[in-house]
């Protein structure tokens, strides 16, 4: 029984169905524990698996070996059925960030809040408050489809945040923004993870390296994931 | 969890669902009240006209006499037919009766002379007319003109229109013309002491077919015998066979409901990405299944009420209920059609089982078969990636 608070990948394998076996794996014998209150930043080329590694995390997809763990429940081996509730502890920003184009920015951030069992006024106080973080108040009713891509990506963020998800997880959140809103998501980022979440990043983004409230670093190349803590202050 | 705080949002955001998808929604509002019309139209006209029937046959007398000869039809002396039916035992009250079909102004129109031909809840308190006088429906009194009416070709008789009949007997008394039998006779080619036909009302009821036998015999000339039970049937199976037409209805019923099941399962099916991005937020099956409901029972109700409301309109409202009877029917000329509570009950029945249940059961397992795939999968069907 794996009881570390977190998430954790043991022996973690990926495959594509279908892809030859003597192809090389996406993933291959991966160990990683993100910790509770931290912000751990995976890193790697383009292609690397960078993106799988945030979909077996977040339990969109299934590892052909191997576990993920979260807060000591093995979730990957979890049917559909308890996976499926489960997942509205996770936040995800999707590196395509798979926004509803014709829906206000507004109603983009009531999705993930609409099968919870909280009020309809408190769902309008939260869309507010992360509408606020993001600097996009203005914009609530604005349709998606006329922000520019970095205010897209800020409601992807603002998205996966709204909820106050136990895991975050961002793929490439700082892809399309510039110096000042690339720091400013950071500094979200980090403020989630110091009230108890689970912050992983994926990102090739040579701005995150240095950004100084990331916890661990992991780097993926050639299907494996090598990484170690950098703050002091880390569990 | 907080009792009902899961659904209100629910239900709100369905609606907005259905406000993006406008276009679809409406063509799905469509279709499902047009099928509801149609089949509720078929459903409630059969159930009424079943009631009708059992509602004239008690106000009918129990035989009605008529004479034929080589040529058909003819005049029955009154003195002898009286004289006659009253010998036979359990025969009680018969009636001659004058009417007849004669050549109106715009088309052929029905004239009666005696009341015993009009049920007596049609003529609502309209005093009976006097000797140059008729009560006419309201298609006869549509042709008239200066409030005078003239029937007849050989023998053509001029009367003032006193009354109308209401318009909600229009079924029944559509192309009545009621006026004194003096009037009348020349028109219907009887002389006094003659009638078109005689009604005979029994002591038992039961035994209105033993009797025919003993009435036939009891007249000096051949006779037709209609009792109650083969008028009711003939007026239904002639109205039934004469409705083919409403047969045909049921072809674009057909088309619709497979239209609306197409489009829920093409919809789902489209909407893949969209069940895969809330399934990766959290959305469970069940979830996404109480969406679906929602959007059907906001679409599905209000035209399943429009269908059933145009429906009752069609069959009961007398204008409208006109061109229905004339649609199904043929043609005929029914009485006021009347619903029971029974009847109303299995209708709203017959639609659930028919519209309601094929509608939900798309609905509901289109988005359960949907919405069951990895989520990794569903969202790979949309342009994002």
């Not at chain 1, 990926?14 to 794996?25: L, S, T």
């Not at chain 2, 000869?69 to 006659?84: N, R």
């Not at chain 2, 959305?283 to 409901?293: E, F």
Request: charged fraction near 15%; charge should be neutral; include cysteine.
């Amino acid at each position: 029984m794996e009881l570390n608070a977190g998430l954790v990948c043991r022996g973690l394998n990926f495959r594509w169905p279908g892809k030859n076996a003597d192809e090389p794996p996406v993933l291959e014998a991966v160990e990683a524990v993100f910790a509770q209150g931290t912000v751990s930043l995976v890193t790697g080329n383009t292609g690397s698996g960078k993106s799988t590694l945030m979909h077996l995390l977040a339990g969109l997809l299934h590892p052909t070996a191997g576990e993920v763990w979260a807060d000591g429940q093995p979730v990957s081996r979890w049917p559909s059925r308890h996976r499926d509730p489960w997942r509205r502890q996770v936040g995800i920003v999707f590196q395509h960030l798979a926004l509803i184009p014709d829906l206000t920015v507004g109603e983009n951030l009531l999705l993930p809040m609409i099968p919870r069992p909280i009020t309809w006024s408190r769902m309008q106080e939260e869309i507010r408050r992360q509408l606020e973080d993001a600097g996009l108040s203005a914009l609530a009713d604005a349709p998606t489809n006329t922000l520019s891509g970095g205010q897209r990506q800020r409601l992807a963020i603002a998205r996966a945040l709204v909820a106050r998800p136990r895991f975050v997880l961002a793929d490439e959140p700082t892809a399309f923004q510039d110096d000042h809103h690339a720091a400013r998501i950071c500094a979200q980022l980090c403020d989630i993870a110091r009230e108890g979440a689970v912050v992983v990043i994926g990102s090739h983004d040579p701005r995150l390296r240095s950004f100084d409230g990331i916890d661990r670093r992991f780097h993926l190349a050639s299907a494996t994931l090598t990484g170690a803590a950098v703050n002091q202050g880390a569990p | 969890m907080m009792p009902g705080t899961r659904y209100p949002p629910m239900v709100i955001w369905a609606a907005r669902d259905i406000q993006r998808h406008c276009g679809r929604s409406m063509l799905l509002f469509a279709c499902l009240a047009s099928l509801v019309f149609l089949t509720a139209m078929a459903l409630l006209f059969s159930q009424a006209l079943d009631a009708t029937w059992e509602r004239l046959m008690d106000q009918a007398p129990d035989l009605v006499v008529r004479r034929i000869d080589g040529g058909g039809w003819a005049p029955l002396p009154v003195d002898v037919a009286m004289a006659c039916a009253k010998k036979i035992p359990g025969v009680i009250d018969p009636t001659p009766r004058l009417w007849g079909v004669v050549p109106g102004p715009e088309g052929p129109v029905t004239v009666v002379a005696s009341i015993a031909v009009v049920p007596e809840s049609m003529l609502k308190g309209i005093p009976p007319p006097s000797a140059g006088q008729a009560v006419v429906g309201q298609g006869v009194a549509r042709a008239l003109s200066g409030g005078r009416l003239s029937l007849g070709s050989n023998h053509s008789v001029t009367v003032s229109v006193i009354h109308t009949f209401p318009a909600d007997t229009g079924l029944a008394t559509h192309d009545l013309v009621w006026m004194t039998p003096d009037d009348a006779r020349p028109l219907l080619g009887l002389v006094p002491g003659q009638a078109s036909d005689l009604a005979v009302h029994l002591f038992r009821r039961e035994e209105e077919r033993a009797i025919q036998a003993d009435l036939a015999a009891a007249f000096p000339w051949p006779v037709r015998i209609t009792d109650r039970s083969t008028s009711a049937l003939n007026h239904h199976t002639r109205a039934v066979r004469s409705g083919g037409i409403a047969v045909v209805a049921g072809i674009p019923a057909l088309l619709a409901l497979l239209l609306i099941i197409t489009g829920t399962v093409v919809d789902n099916t489209a909407r893949q990405a969209y069940w895969g991005l809330l399934k990766s937020m959290g959305w469970t099956t069940a979830d996404m299944v109480r969406l679906q409901v929602s959007r059907a029972m906001i679409v599905g109700i209000p035209a399943v009420v429009l269908g059933l409301a145009s429906a009752y309109a069609a069959v009961f409202y007398p204008p409208a209920a006109g061109i229905t009877a004339f649609w199904v029917t043929g043609g005929q000329h029914l009485p006021a059609l009347t619903l029971v509570s029974s009847g109303a009950a299995m209708v709203m029945i017959e639609i659930a089982a028919m519209v309601g249940l094929p509608f939900l059961a798309a609905v509901f397992l289109t988005t359960l078969r949907a919405a069951d795939g990895s989520p990794w999968t569903l969202l790979q069907a949309d342009p994002w990636n």
